[in-house]
């Protein structure tokens, strides 16, 4: 886990991927602490994690200022010792890379979090983007925000009609409840409304570097 700068962030890219089966954990995050130091003197990068979920797959959460610092920094760091040991332990096949524009303003990357709930959704057709993001608004004031777990929430824009809920939290165990909770609570449910529930998609990610 690296922090590069404290500046507002304004997208989050998600690079899910698994390891080759004959590399170790440990093979697995020494690589990525050194794939570290090169995100360190990147322009544009705020914040970069390693986190994992039960069903063995790693994600690379990388928080910047802008899509482009993102889109362009393979170009810049694609032929370094450090970057191509890192990739060479990933199975090309499992890598999914998405983009999430951050829908509030001036975003800031908590200090501490162990936890990353990833929800991916489309909303209804009879609904508007405006709905959603007042809707997250009272998400957060009359539900997330009771829980000292909470850290972090927003709401990601991954195309013209998929959104998440990404939700920063203490512990894994804690930010599970949270969102089980969701069920009994009338600001939470105003967003399962207006979801397209069919695209519904959850799962949670613990830090490990």
């Known amino acids: 886990m690296i922090r590069i700068n404290n500046h507002s962030a304004k997208v989050m890219e998600f690079t899910r991927f698994r390891k080759k089966k004959d590399v ?3 093979e697995l995050l020494l690589a990525v602490l050194k794939f570290e ?5 990147q322009q544009g990068l705020v914040f970069h994690c390693l986190v994992r979920n039960y069903d063995n797959e790693y994600a690379n959460v990388l928080f910047s200022e802008s899509i482009q610092s993102l889109k362009d920094l393979e170009n810049h760091i694609g032929d370094l010792p450090e970057v191509k040991n890192f990739f060479n332990l990933i199975e090309p096949k499992s890598v999914q890379v998405e983009y999430h524009e951050i829908q509030k303003e001036s975003f800031q990357v908590p200090d ?12 209804r057709v009879d609904h508007h983007v405006y709905d959603l993001l007042q809707i997250s608004q009272n998400i957060e004031e009359q539900y997330l925000n009771i ?4 850290q972090a929430h927003f709401i990601g824009k991954i195309n013209a009609n998929t959104f998440s809920e990404i939700t920063l939290g203490k512990t894994l165990g804690a930010t ?3 969102c089980m909770g969701y069920l009994d609570d009338p600001s939470c449910q105003e967003l399962l409304a207006i ?5 519904m998609e959850l799962d949670f990610w613990y830090l490990i570097a």
């Open 24 to 26: 170790s954990d440990d």
């Open 195 to 199: 979801a397209d529930q069919d695209s």
């Open 147 to 150: 829980f000292d777990n909470t």
């Open 176 to 178: 599970k409840k949270t």
């Open 112 to 123: 501490v979090f162990s936890c990353v709930e990833r929800g991916i959704f489309s909303i």
């Open 37 to 41: 130091t090169t995100l360190s003197v």
